[in-house]
């Protein structure tokens, strides 16, 4: 059974960092694609990022370029946000997400929340301004 458990969320003033961890089991991730999701309250769930667990390759919304960094430890099955420069708009809960095979499909898909075939519970990230 997969598993997937987010951990490091908190309260942090606007300009601040928090570092975000999936810790995944339950099966061999090697051509999956991970992901970090996002939802505000009355919000719509957005994406944030992505990697490829076999090459590493990642992706960015652009609306966290240049400040998060995705990145994965495959020794340790885990995969992290580190979330620099956080602004308030950036408050949310936090999802980790698995796309199982997700190294064969197009990157437009992999932008969906659809397309993602597990889920951790979520981390709640708040921002003070």
């Known amino acids: 059974q997969v598993q997937l458990v987010e951990s490091g969320g908190g309260l942090v003033q606007a300009g601040g960092s928090l570092r975000l961890s999936c810790q995944a089991s339950g099966r061999t991730f090697s051509n999956d694609v991970m992901g970090w999701f996002r939802q505000a309250p009355g919000k719509e769930r957005e994406f944030v990022a992505r990697i490829t667990w076999n090459d590493g390759m990642t992706y960015y919304a652009d609306s966290v370029k240049g400040r998060f960094t995705i990145s994965r430890d495959n020794a340790k099955n885990t995969m992290y946000l580190q979330m620099n420069s956080l602004k308030p708009d950036d408050a949310a809960v936090y999802f980790c997400?698995?796309?199982?095979?997700?190294?064969?499909?197009?990157?437009?898909?992999?932008?969906?929340?659809?397309?993602?075939?597990?889920w951790g519970q979520g981390t709640q990230v708040t921002v003070s301004s």
């Open positions: 997400a698995c796309a199982a095979a997700g190294g064969g499909s197009p990157s437009y898909i992999l932008l969906k929340g659809n397309r993602y075939n597990y």
